[in-house]
């Protein structure tokens, strides 16, 4: 193994850096450079006067979220300096393949179907996908085959699995992802578990299985998007060994969470019975999908599910997509991803009852 591709943890962990950031002067802000209290401050080039919108706008909101991160290491038991919080999950795919993958000779290893926008982010900064893909006709997950490659292939830099797998909905166990995570972490490979659903799922989530001796190079990243009900916020965390967090505040931009938006987000946290109440409401809606979707006609398949949607197949699954559109009901035409493929959200009861019924009237 390459040991020059290596950056070493405080703890002797070893972290896929790429060469030219180890010797990066990190830019510091204003409130950086300045530690104490202070009564006036004219160090930020910022406009004292204020502008349309009164209160303290014209002021840099805390460039690291402090307080947000310190809420979030609460509510998942870790420590504040093992949470970093992005400008929505995006962000943080956006930064580990910056921060670990040399464009043109990097790769990311990841299993089809999956959420989209690693595939994205890759062939933004030029970087190959490897992939293992689901195994059918049960989409699960080939984890000796990733085992395989992560080992024969050194050029991987990032292993991406998705847990609750969007958009076939299944959770994979937490014996399989610790294996995963261990062998990443022996291969120098960093495993990014996107656990934007796990509010929904049965099984715990890593966060809770976390040992930085085992798997130094294990990144969860989780969304107030979902279940915690504020896509609109565009706020992400990840859960990562403190010297990943520390790489990722090196490379971040320097005010990417906007101050309204961190004290929006605060108010969100306060009070988990919000999460379990929406999430209980979603569930018993998602059995009552999943008992009636196989009744209507031209449904082939309905695909269990972890998470806020189900995947469900029809033999006229286009036209039963054009129907609902015409019908004011839009949800995902996933036949690219797996043949005849429909994704439904679980929306409300009046949504999810609109839904069902134009299914049933719905005639090829």
């Not at 919108?53 to 979030?72: E, M, N, T």
């Not at 795919?93 to 179907?113: Q, V, Y």
Request: hydrophobic share 40%; with cysteine; glycine share 6%.
């Amino acid at each position: 193994m390459d040991e020059e591709r290596f950056a070493q943890g405080d703890d002797g962990s070893r972290f896929p850096i790429r060469q030219h950031l180890l010797s990066l002067k990190p830019y510091r802000n204003a409130r950086q450079e300045f530690e104490g209290q202070a009564s006036v401050w004219l160090d930020a080039n910022e406009n004292g006067w204020g502008g349309a919108h009164q209160g303290a706008y014209s002021r840099y909101p805390d460039p690291f979220s402090s307080a947000l991160r310190q809420r979030i290491a609460s509510l998942k038991g870790v420590s504040d300096q093992a949470v970093f919080v992005g400008h929505g999950s995006d962000e943080v795919i956006d930064l580990l393949i910056r921060l670990t993958c040399e464009p043109g000779s990097s790769k990311i290893l990841l299993s089809s179907p999956t959420y989209g926008m690693m595939a994205v982010n890759a062939a933004i900064h030029g970087v190959e996908c490897v992939d293992i893909p689901l195994m059918t006709p049960d989409y699960g997950l080939r984890v000796e085959d990733l085992i395989e490659t992560m080992r024969k292939d050194p050029s991987i830099r990032v292993l991406y699995v998705c847990s609750p797998n969007n958009p076939t909905g299944s959770q994979w166990s937490l014996q399989q992802c610790r294996a995963l995570a261990e062998v990443a972490a022996a291969q120098g490979v960093m495993m990014l578990l996107d656990e934007a659903y796990i509010d929904y799922a049965p099984g715990p989530s890593m966060a809770r299985e976390l040992f930085w001796e085992d798997m130094p190079t294990l990144v969860i990243m989780q969304t107030l998007s979902k279940a915690w009900g504020q896509a609109a916020l565009r706020v992400g965390w990840a859960i990562a060994h403190p010297d990943v967090v520390a790489w990722f505040d090196k490379i971040k931009p320097p005010y990417s969470i906007a101050e309204p938006v961190q004290t929006l987000a605060l108010e969100a946290l306060e009070d988990p019975s919000v999460l379990q109440k929406t999430v209980a409401f979603t569930l018993a809606e998602k059995r009552r999908l999943l008992e009636d979707l196989p009744k209507i006609q031209g449904v082939q398949h309905v695909f269990e599910s972890d998470a806020n949607f189900i995947l469900f197949q029809h033999e006229a699954a286009g036209q039963l997509y054009d129907w609902l559109t015409q019908h004011g009901i839009v949800i995902r035409d996933r036949r690219r991803d797996v043949p005849n493929a429909l994704r439904v959200t679980l929306g409300t009861t009046d949504e999810n009852s609109s839904f069902l019924d134009a299914c049933k009237r719905f005639k090829p």
